[in-house]
């Protein structure tokens, strides 16, 4: 099994879905994709962190503040592209490539799934766990 160092931050219960779905067993899931997968995150509406684990061994590259600043960030952004889903359609998912990390965004209805993976992956590896966490997200 995955050897895994729970970083939780936030955890909102303030919803009969976040009572009733296991976030630790959806995040253990993904990190379980791939072994260059660093970071999972759960977020909320409003950029609060649900469940965050990173997987053992790796090392955050951004401070626990920094991380929780930039997951707000990540909600902002979701609001921002939702504007033009009438004109351009709603976002399937967002891939950024950093020198250092690249950063994978998916959708749900009320949830964002947030992941870090190593940038040396190939890019049909990545797309491959896209796919795989689109297929979970569809579930939620």
């Known amino acids: 099994h995955l050897s895994l160092r729970r970083q939780r931050q936030m955890c909102i219960r303030d919803s009969n879905m976040t ?21 999972v995150a759960i977020i909320d509406l409003k950029g609060n962190i649900t469940e965050g684990i ?48 690249t950063q994978i965004v998916v959708y749900t209805r009320f949830k964002t799934i947030f ?8 890019i049909s590896r990545k797309l491959q766990i896209i796919k795989k966490i689109k297929q979970l997200a569809a579930k939620l």
């Open 54 to 101: 990173m997987k053992g061994g790796k090392t955050s590259l951004e401070s626990q503040r920094h991380q929780e600043h930039f997951c707000v960030q990540v909600a902002l952004r979701r609001k921002m592209r939702k504007e033009f889903d009438k004109s351009l359609g709603a976002v399937n998912y967002v891939h950024i490539e950093r020198k250092n990390v």
């Open 19 to 39: 009572k009733s779905t296991n976030w630790v067993k959806i995040v253990e899931k993904i990190l379980s994709f791939d072994k260059k997968m660093r970071f």
């Open 115 to 122: 992941v870090t993976v190593e940038p040396n992956l190939p």
